[in-house]
């Protein structure tokens, strides 16, 4: 998914060079298939329409990249079976999902 900048007000075209001299990446997830771009501005990042602060991305990133403990027989997902979502529920069963979880793993 690409996130893309949204241009809110004043000059078009000065704001447009002032954003490719900001614009940075963030990789979420480790997976190459897996890893959308995000391209965003310090202020705002804008997603299906759908505008977030760069702080709940921030806080998206810290809650995906726990990991389980060492013993644990689980591993944190959004589905199962056999494994826990980031919320802690526990998704034992085929069909388990958590819809939250999912949705902004989908990020
Ligand atoms: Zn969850």
Not at 3 to 17: A, M, Q, R, S, V
């Amino acid at each position: 998914m690409v996130i893309t900048n949204k241009l809110l007000n004043g000059n078009e075209k000065y704001e447009d060079e002032e954003l490719i001299a900001q614009r940075h990446y963030v990789v979420f997830g480790d997976q190459d298939d897996l890893t959308p771009l995000a391209e965003s501005n310090p202020k705002q990042i804008s997603v299906e329409g759908q505008k977030y602060s760069p702080q709940y991305f921030e806080s998206l990133k810290q809650k995906f990249g726990v990991q389980p403990p060492k013993d644990a027989k689980w591993k944190f997902n959004w589905q199962g079976p056999g494994n826990r979502c980031w919320c802690h529920n526990r998704l034992n069963k085929n069909n388990n999902i958590c819809s939250l979880c999912k949705k902004e793993w989908d990020y």
